[in-house]
């Protein structure tokens, strides 16, 4: 089987798409580890949500900065800020509520995250790609 078969099994129609969705794992991975390590020092002396709040923020910045540039490689307009920002708000949402979720089931704050990582990094995937390739 050819790795155009292999890939169209999956949706992906052509290496383009392939590198973005690659492109958007290493950015993504990056802006979660920023996330989450800021996250991680500021637990010790902000509630979670305060210190999700603020890792999301500086998360935020690189992200997008990365996204444009390197992830989408689309030219950064007011347009593209305001809907990044728009699909992020809505990924940030997200994270509270399960982040207080899961805090709320007893998870250690410390670990709280991890689910909820899983949960909205794909959501904010489609998001993301939906507002900055949108022409």
């Known amino acids: 089987m050819q790795t155009k078969d292999i890939l169209s099994r999956f949706g992906v129609k052509d290496s383009e798409k392939l590198g973005e969705i690659v492109r958007f794992g290493i950015v993504g991975t990056a802006a979660t580890a920023i996330q989450y390590g800021v996250y991680l020092l500021l637990i010790r002396w902000l509630p979670p949500t305060f210190a999700n709040t603020i ?10 900065i990365a996204s444009t540039h390197y ?4 030219k950064s ?6 809907g990044f920002v ?10 509270t509520v399960f982040l207080n979720l ?3 089931l007893g998870l250690e ?3 709280a995250m991890i689910p909820v990582f899983c949960i909205c990094v794909p959501i904010n995937f489609i ?4 507002f ?4």
Do not use: I
């Open 77 to 82: 307009t007011a347009r593209r800020g305001a």
């Open 86 to 95: 728009l699909s992020h708000v809505v990924n940030y949402l997200l994270q």
């Open 102 to 104: 899961f805090l709320w």
């Open 109 to 111: 704050k410390q670990w």
């Open 71 to 74: 992830t989408f490689r689309v």
């Open 132 to 135: 900055l390739k949108k022409k």
């Open 55 to 64: 890792g999301y923020l500086v998360s935020l910045t690189f992200n997008y």
């Open 127 to 130: 998001l993301v790609r939906f």
